[in-house]
């Protein structure tokens, strides 16, 4: 069965280092998201993308934050400078199209700043 | 605004007996409605949707929701828990068409002998 497949599955880094977070979607797939959920609480949207755009973003998507898809497979999230509170699990989801609505998750890969 | 409300947030039952998990959904249209599951370390795992049509669907592992338009629910059953069902269950509602997913606090449930 195809799946999404994210790595690294756990990263710790420093707090201020850059960090990239790496998602390979199943392959007829042409949306892309990226959702984060701290510790204990909902799991949250953070970005969409579609056709090597941004498509939405939410409010927690700040400039410290990028996506792209460099290579045509992999879909990356960068955050510039981690900062303490950006410790959580980041899920990358990925759908065939819009009609369906399915999302597909990753196991997440789960980020420490320390 | 969009919102997803799971009151329970952490339920216990006893293998064998019967579990229902509540969602209400706050949406102005007819609402995409899904069910996540997440075992511990894992990633979220869809058991079923909601798009149209007979409002009470089936999904994998046993469990089905029914949605019920008149109360905004769409809760989760299943008539006999294994212990394997002990995680944390999400219910999420799309958005829009773009995919974007709002998701409940969700529901951890525990599974006693």
């Known amino acids: 069965e195809p799946e999404v497949t994210q790595t690294p599955s756990h990263q710790v880094t420093q707090m201020g280092q850059e960090v990239i977070l790496r998602c390979v979607p199943i392959s007829n797939h042409l949306y892309f998201y990226w959702y984060r959920q701290i510790l204990g609480q909902k799991v949250e949207f953070l970005v969409s993308f579609y056709n090597n755009e941004i498509s939405e973003k939410s409010e927690i998507f700040d400039d410290q934050f990028s996506v792209e898809r460099p290579d045509g497979s992999n879909f990356t999230l960068k955050i510039r400078s981690t900062k303490l509170e950006d410790s959580a699990m980041y899920f990358c989801?990925?759908?065939?199209?819009?009609?369906?609505?399915?999302?597909?998750f990753g196991e997440g890969s789960r980020l420490t700043v320390l | 605004a969009q919102s997803v409300t799971q009151p329970d947030i952490h339920i216990t039952v006893s293998e064998g007996a019967s579990l229902e998990l509540r969602c209400n959904y706050s949406y102005g249209a007819t609402p995409y409605l899904f069910w996540y599951v997440q075992s511990p370390g894992q990633g979220l795992q869809l058991l079923l949707k909601?798009?149209?049509?007979?409002?009470l669907v089936q999904g994998i592992k046993g469990f089905e929701a029914e949605f019920k338009r008149s109360q905004s629910s769409f809760n989760l059953r299943k008539p006999s828990v294994h212990w394997s069902d002990a995680a944390e269950y999400f219910c999420?509602?799309?958005?829009?068409?773009?995919?974007?997913?709002?998701f409940g606090q969700g529901t951890e449930l525990s599974v006693k002998p």
């Open positions: 909601y798009f149209s049509g007979d409002t």
């Open positions: 999420a509602v799309l958005y829009n068409q773009g995919g974007k997913l709002i």
């Open positions: 989801a990925t759908k065939q199209g819009t009609n369906t609505g399915e999302l597909f």
